[in-house]
DNA sequence: AACTTTTTTTAGACTAGTCTAAAAATTAGA
DNA sequence: TCTAATTTTTAGACTAGTCTAAAAAAAGTT
């Protein structure tokens, strides 16, 4: 098996997480942005990329993952996930604290590991933030019926299903006003001008910005 | 905090390690031999940790840690230790298996991470292979009594303490021999020309080179 | 003390990954 | 469709870590 850095391995997982919500290939400025580097960098290691079979690649026609590179990605955000939900599940970390490390521990070289964690944990379906964790076999089961809050309708019942695991303050601002996976919530209104929704839970009513609504993802009731 | 790179911190440990056994300064070759590296490549590494104050570096006098370098090499020893202990303790491998995926967890950054494990593992005094695990506060508790099976006397009894842990091939003899952490032995003899030494365990004798006695640590009963 | 062998350092080169600045290609607009 | 703006690539440079070959220093030997 093709043996990887840990920066080829960060490219393959952004490109692959890019494809999830764009069709056709992936610009090389998005993927620059999405790395934080520069252009020019990017270029330079999709040559290598492409070289290697893991993604395709024409000069200006942006890039997208063959399925070698799409299997490699699939097994390094298994790892994430697992990591993410041995770290939330044994070690009682929150949420908010185990995305980091999580970048880090995805890159340990032992499918033998990975699975014996996938075990130890008991065959996790979703991991701390509601993501699916994809299986050995690098085949994600598909997560039914959500929608992004921001994509809510007002007057719908629903429950809180996952939420963007990349940022911390923003995983500890859904702490301190108590939303978390499962909690119930009613979308009371939508504001035509900035697309803000307001949303009944817990007893009282926030108020979140399309930004925050499009992180949080929803199961309508 | 110092921010270090894995080849830093495998520089480091391999240092700790070879002051462990050697007084006086660590020799460029030697270190170059237990990094499998070349000579060259340490004088340039040596040069960058003594510009960093991790050792201290003469040209042609060898190096010895200071203090922040003994801290830093300790704090990577501690979490290697308590990795193998995780994946022996809570994964079910076999204390063969678990050295080389420990070479990589060691360098995962994050102080808190490694102080839960070692909670959740329950401060475990010693790895799988009988060495101690360092405190959170750097300090190793001192094993007491114990000698090298080749510095072992005929007609002691003993229990095995320790062995080497680097060796898979090594690990895997001793598992087929039934070699562990608590086994009684006796030594029935050693041989005075290859310093070999013969040894009753579990019922039948097995001769070991004088190799394989410097790696193996007992306390005499 | 002089010569030889061994150890260690230096010099120069290479790869991986990144950057800036400039050139080239593509896309958008009038 | 021609020009302007944007995107992407190239060229050249830099750091980290490694290597080989050669020079320099230290240690060993007569
Ligand atoms: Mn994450
Ligand atoms: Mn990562
Ligand atoms: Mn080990
Ligand atoms: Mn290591």
Redo the contacts with the bound molecule.
Sequence with gaps: MLRL?Q??ENYLKAIFTLSQDTEGAI???DLAEKML??????????K?LCEKELLEYQ??Q?CALTNSGKAHALAIIRKHRLWETFLVDKLNFGWDEVHEIAEQLEHIQSTELTDRLDEFLGFPKVDPHGEPIPGKDGRIESVSNRILLSESLVGMKAIVMGVEDDQTEFLQYLNKIGLHLGTPIDIADKLSFDGSVLVNMNGKQVQFSITIAKQISIKPL
Tied chains: 1, 2.
């Design positions: 850095t920066s080829e610009s090389t400025n580097t520069k252009a020019s960098s990017v270029t330079d290691m999709l290598k000069k200006y942006g």
